[in-house]
């Protein structure tokens, strides 16, 4: 499983370890993701994603998964989280 955010893209970074003598050595940043699942209002169905902390954050502060996906760039969306936006632009456009 790739440690990447599903719906923000968030990835993990590299940098330095420095130690008291300033000594450097290569080191990993990896985001903070929880297996969350998050409720569609429009499509009335709960989906299971991978999220970070940010990311579940961005999503409460838009108003919610509908609203998050409308206005996320499909190129830093994951697989799963493109066919629940289409999904939802399907339902939207039907209503």
């Given at each position: 499983?790739?440690?990447?955010?599903?719906?923000?893209?968030?990835?993990?970074?590299?940098?330095?370890?420095?130690?008291?003598?300033?000594?450097?050595?290569?080191?990993?940043?990896?985001?903070?993701?929880?297996?969350?699942?998050?409720?569609?209002?429009?499509?009335?169905?709960?989906?299971?994603?991978?999220?970070?902390?940010?990311?579940?954050?961005?999503?409460?502060?838009?108003?919610?998964?509908?609203?998050?996906?409308?206005?996320?760039?499909?190129?830093?969306?994951?697989?799963t989280?493109?066919?629940?936006?289409?999904?939802?632009?399907?339902?939207q456009?039907?209503?």
């Amino acid at each position: 499983m790739s440690r990447v955010c599903e719906l923000t893209g968030k990835g993990p970074m590299s940098g330095n370890n420095i130690s008291h003598a300033n000594n450097k050595t290569r080191r990993r940043f990896l985001p903070n993701l929880n297996d969350v699942t998050l409720i569609s209002d429009v499509l009335g169905q709960s989906f299971k994603l991978r999220v970070s902390a940010a990311g579940l954050r961005t999503v409460d502060h838009r108003g919610g998964l509908d609203a998050f996906l409308m206005k996320a760039s499909d190129t830093e969306l994951s697989a799963t989280a493109l066919k629940i936006k289409k999904a939802i632009q399907k339902a939207q456009a039907a209503a």
